[in-house]
């Protein structure tokens, strides 16, 4: 009998497994109602005596070793369950999903380090803004008609408070508070109380340059649009087209030539092959006034653009609306251009 139970606990030690049904199978064979421990504890009666003492022994060790055995290769098999199949400990972990940058946070950068690489500074302001940084100081005066060119967001309760409808409302801010020379950049989210289309939102971005200095002229404007559209989308053919802004004098629309060699340059020209860019033009020197910038000693010139309408430029997107729909579809197409 004896001799029985150490056959036993030579082939418990001796037990492997990887498989959890497997240790299953050998803890009932062992360890259950029927068992071979629980065979051998009702047989402990039918020892002689003298035997007694070493058969408890002995079985104890073989008990031992059958809770032992099932403890460490639960906890195995667990281990290997979690790393993988094979069990390789050294397998490279799985990689999280990561994200991407929105194409509108893409733009917006690669015009920030365009410009900053001529010495424009970034600046912001608010986008709850009142009358006077938004309209009056930029040379439009109440009941001026131009108000009409961009509708606006009211505070309810105070007519005086509106949601900014361009950047411009940061050029006047920073001429506050800041003497020439000046050269700065402000990207920001404008409101406009516009129906929405496959051509306008009610929420953009605008990106706003402005520069004043002693003798700037409108030769440094056109230098700096080249400079830019050239970096940006690789082509420097631009022309300026007269235009009205009341901030600024002379005003001007900036188209570059696109070309007409496909049939897409075709459709998103209309057959022209010139796309309009953006607005821009020489400070009005009221705004410099009401900035507390003397006009007899500096001159600037300011620029905006629209930043959706740039990305569409760039990405052929035809409807404004995917920018702010969330796509994952649509925004997972854009990477970074470096
Ligand atoms: N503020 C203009 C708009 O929202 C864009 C613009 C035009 C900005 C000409 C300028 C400028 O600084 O000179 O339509």
Same mark, same amino acid.
């Not at 001026?144 to 900014?164: C, E, G, K, S, V």
């Not at 620029?303 to 990405?315: D, K, N, P, S, T």
């Given at each position: ?195 929405i289309s496959s051509r306008s939102h009610c929420i953009f ?13 409108? %030769? =440094?404007?056109?230098?700096? /649009?080249?400079?830019? +559209?050239?970096?940006?989308?690789? !082509?420097? #053919?631009?022309? @300026? ?12 629309? %900036? =188209?570059?030539?696109?070309? /007409?060699?496909?049939? +897409?340059?075709?459709?998103?020209? !209309?057959? #022209?092959?010139? @796309? ?63």
């Amino acid at each position: 009998m004896i001799e029985e139970v150490k056959k036993h606990l030579k082939k418990v030690n001796n037990f492997k497994t990887q498989d959890l049904s497997e240790l299953e199978s050998f803890r009932i064979e062992y360890s259950g109602k029927k068992g071979v421990l629980n065979n051998f504890f009702i047989s402990f009666r039918n020892v002689p005596k003298e035997d007694k003492k070493q058969f408890g022994k002995e079985l104890n060790l073989l008990k031992n070793a059958v809770s032992e055995k099932i403890k460490s290769f639960k906890g195995e098999i667990n281990i290997v369950n979690e790393v993988g199949a094979n069990g390789d400990l050294f397998r490279p972990g799985l990689v999280p999903d990561s994200g991407t940058r929105h194409p509108l946070s893409i733009v917006r950068n690669r015009i920030i380090s365009i410009f900053s690489k001529i010495g424009f500074n970034l600046s912001d302001g608010p986008e709850i803004e009142d009358d006077w940084h938004n309209f009056t100081a930029l040379n439009l005066p109440e009941h001026h008609p131009a108000r009409d060119m961009q509708d606006t967001f009211f505070i309810q309760t105070n007519p005086d408070i509106l949601l900014r409808t361009h950047t411009s409302s940061v050029q006047v801010r920073y001429m506050e508070s800041n003497s020439p020379p000046i050269r700065i950049l402000s990207p920001g989210r404008v409101f406009r109380n516009e129906a929405i289309s496959s051509r306008s939102h009610c929420i953009f971005h605008q990106v706003e340059g402005l520069y004043i200095n002693k003798d700037v002229s409108f %030769v =440094d404007l056109k230098q700096t /649009l080249q400079y830019f +559209t050239k970096a940006l989308f690789g !082509k420097s #053919t631009i022309r @300026l087209r007269p235009s009205y802004f009341p901030f600024t004098e002379p005003s001007a629309e %900036v =188209d570059i030539y696109w070309g /007409l060699e496909t049939e +897409t340059d075709r459709r998103i020209t !209309k057959g #022209t092959g010139w @796309l309009e860019i953006m607005g821009c033009g020489m400070v009005d020197p009221n705004v410099l006034i009401n900035c507390g910038i003397d006009p007899e000693e500096y001159s600037g010139y300011a620029f905006g653009m629209g930043i959706e309408r740039i990305a569409m430029l760039l990405y052929q997107v035809s409807d404004i609306r995917m920018f702010f729909e969330n796509d994952l579809r649509f925004l997972k197409q854009f990477k970074p251009h470096t």
